[in-house]
């Protein structure tokens, strides 16, 4: 069978008609996977936003001293967060407002995770973001709020509390 010209030509334009679907197909996941990492970190931000805000209510902070003292714990707080905040010496304030800027921080790197997830972060800045967490998890409050986050990072979590009890 001869092949003319022609029909090398006709060949290589659907060649070239398939690849540039392709190209725009990679191009629509691309743009989705921005765009919905972008709503993450704007969620995130609103988040960190509203505890920022409760940082610096007086109202919020005299309200949580109050529930402190009182004897009431979140359902996660542990023997080993109480021995931690007593050997610190912190007062009912100073608990609320670490675990109002560790829930920041959680936020934060729940965030970063969802970015790495989607290809947005490269991975020597991820790597870095990973060892630093893993640092946080050796304090139980940051431990305890990072194992009792309810969004996305929990797989990561658990993998770096194995390494930590394996160390």
Known sequence: MQVNSRQIIEGIGAAAIVASLGF???QLILDRNVALAGQYA?????????LRTQMESDGFIDSSIRVWESGERPSYWSEEMEE????????SADISYLLISTRIRVLHMDNLYYQYTKDML????WTKQVASMKNDMRNPVYKALYLNNPRGIEGLVNELVLE???E
């Open 164 to 166: 930590l009890e394996n």
């Open 24 to 26: 725009v197909g990679m």
């Open 84 to 91: 931690y905040t007593q050997s610190k010496n912190l007062s």
């Open 42 to 50: 704007a969620r995130s931000e609103s988040l960190k936003d509203d």
């Open 122 to 125: 490269d991975e020597s800045f």
